[in-house]
């Protein structure tokens, strides 16, 4: 079997170049917007198109259309994207329509993302101090609060702001902001670097150098006077062109674009034999700042740049009676609306599984089992939900991870969804893949079919999509070189 990447991550990964805001929930209350100066209006419609590509090869298109209104902005995004993923090439779509205020906060959203495996909808609104969120996703509606000390903004329409604000060179800007793909916040630095000449289809043109970081990375932007975006790049080899329409809406001829999934691949420079069988992997880790990443704990041991894995042994372990009792452990029972345990289908799937089965250790195999018997493995482009994946019995490794996540929670066996590297035939690929409470943290991987995950499996981060976003500081940068496998 072939792994693949946390598509959720790929696709956050392309939301950088359209502007899609990248974030994460925070416990702490973010600073106030910045507000330096009177916002110059926009007015008159504004409508932008561009070609996306990977590393010089075309792979989609966006467009966004801005429209003033009386109080404020209406802004329209769209996006169409061919990611082949280990030979299977496949089309996602998304579209945003936000409603902006007149200093470009967001008021309202309607967000849809659609593929031929899911397709997903949020809707948002602002008031009285909450965004009151509507989701729906695998025929269920969630509704959710989110508390919020003002309006976030929308990256989307962040730049024409900034441009018409005069802001000080050099100095970093803070801005509250929203994602409606993983109804998540965080906050986004915002720096005018200067302003250059840049050369766009055979023309140059001045332009304003705009950085954005979020998450470890860094989007670097070149904006014409108008706010209109000219170009767009990652570290990571994407980028983003203006074009007009009919140029942007022109794909590869290629067949099949690169393979974005071996592209971002972490090859070895010596293979790992019959990785399986080993119980202690110890690697060198370079390329990035390790103290980003909460690499030292369970099975993991970190000694400066070095990582020791250790398998764990079933055998020592002291299992219990579920559902557990335990008050620390209640995040990792909770239902969510991406992982709904207490969905009444979730629930009764779990009591098939289990049969009656009351000893955590035992319930865990049971579970593993059905769901790498139960699902079709195939790459899958979607924002993953268990109770999705329950319909369509298909996916990759997210869609495994949050359908055991989703059974073993409503069996009342704490568990939780962690994201790193896996090896395979050569190379570390991404991968997310499950942890269960069982007297200590014990690795689960429901696609390869493994109870404990092999040593290979390393771990980087822990948590929903909104915080597996933090990956994307790896991607081009992570180097292992393996010092022993035993």
């Not at 906050?187 to 950085?211: H, S």
């Amino acid at each position: 079997m072939i792994v693949k990447r946390s598509l959720g991550v790929a696709i956050v990964l392309f939301w950088c170049l359209m502007n899609i805001l990248l974030l994460r929930r925070e416990l702490w209350a973010p600073p106030a917007p910045v507000l330096l100066h009177t916002v110059t209006a926009i007015t008159e419609p504004m409508e932008e198109w561009w070609g996306i590509y990977y590393r010089g090869e075309k792979i989609g298109y966006a467009a966004q259309k801005i429209t003033p209104e009386t109080e404020g902005y209406l802004v329209w995004d769209s996006s169409l994207l061919r990611l082949n993923l280990l030979g299977t090439v496949k089309t996602v779509e998304t579209r945003l329509q936000m409603t902006a205020a007149a200093n470009w906060a967001l008021r309202e959203f309607d967000f849809d993302l659609r593929s031929e495996d899911v397709r997903f909808k949020a809707r948002g609104k602002v008031a009285a101090g909450k965004l009151h969120l509507e989701v729906e996703s695998g025929g269920q509606r969630t509704d959710k609060e989110l508390p919020m000390s003002q309006p976030p903004y929308l990256l989307a329409a962040l730049k024409p702001y900034i441009v018409t604000q005069n802001l000080e060179l050099g100095k970093e800007q803070l801005f509250s902001t929203f994602d409606p793909s993983t109804l998540s916040q965080q906050i986004t630095t915002v720096t005018v670097e200067g302003r250059e000449q840049i050369k766009i289809g055979g023309k140059t043109e001045p332009a304003l150098r705009i950085r954005q970081r979020f998450k470890g990375i860094s989007v670097v932007s070149w904006v014409d006077g108008s706010g209109r975006t000219l170009k767009e790049e990652t570290p990571t080899g994407l980028s983003l062109v203006r074009q007009k329409e009919e140029e942007a809406k022109i794909l590869a001829t290629r067949a099949t674009p690169l393979d974005l999934i071996s592209q971002t691949s972490v090859p070895l420079e010596t293979p790992i034999a019959e990785p399986t069988k080993k119980n202690l992997l110890k690697v060198k880790l370079s390329g990035f700042n390790l103290a980003h990443f909460p690499l030292n704990g369970g099975r993991q041991r970190l000694t400066e740049d070095t990582l020791e894995i250790q398998r764990e042994d079933l055998n020592r372990l002291r299992s219990y009676r579920r559902p557990i009792r335990d008050a620390s452990l209640a995040p990792y029972l909770q239902s969510t609306p991406f992982l709904q345990s207490d969905h009444p289908q979730i629930r009764a799937l779990a009591v098939r599984v289990l049969g009656g089965e009351a000893d955590a250790l035992k319930a865990v195999e049971r579970i593993r089992k059905w769901v790498y018997d139960g699902l079709v493995k195939v790459p899958t482009v979607s924002i993953p939900n268990a109770l999705e994946v329950l319909q369509t019995r298909r996916g990759d490794c997210n869609e495994h991870t949050v359908l055991f996540n989703a059974i073993a929670r409503a069996s009342g066996i704490p568990a939780r969804t962690v994201v790193g590297v896996v090896y395979l035939r050569g190379a570390f690929y991404y991968h997310a893949w499950s942890e269960v409470w069982l007297g200590q943290w014990i690795s689960v991987d429901s696609v390869l079919d493994q109870f404990p995950a092999d040593v290979t499996h390393i771990k980087f981060l822990e948590g929903d999509i909104d915080r597996q976003i933090d990956i994307l500081e790896l991607i081009g940068k992570l180097k292992i070189k393996v010092v022993e496998a035993s």
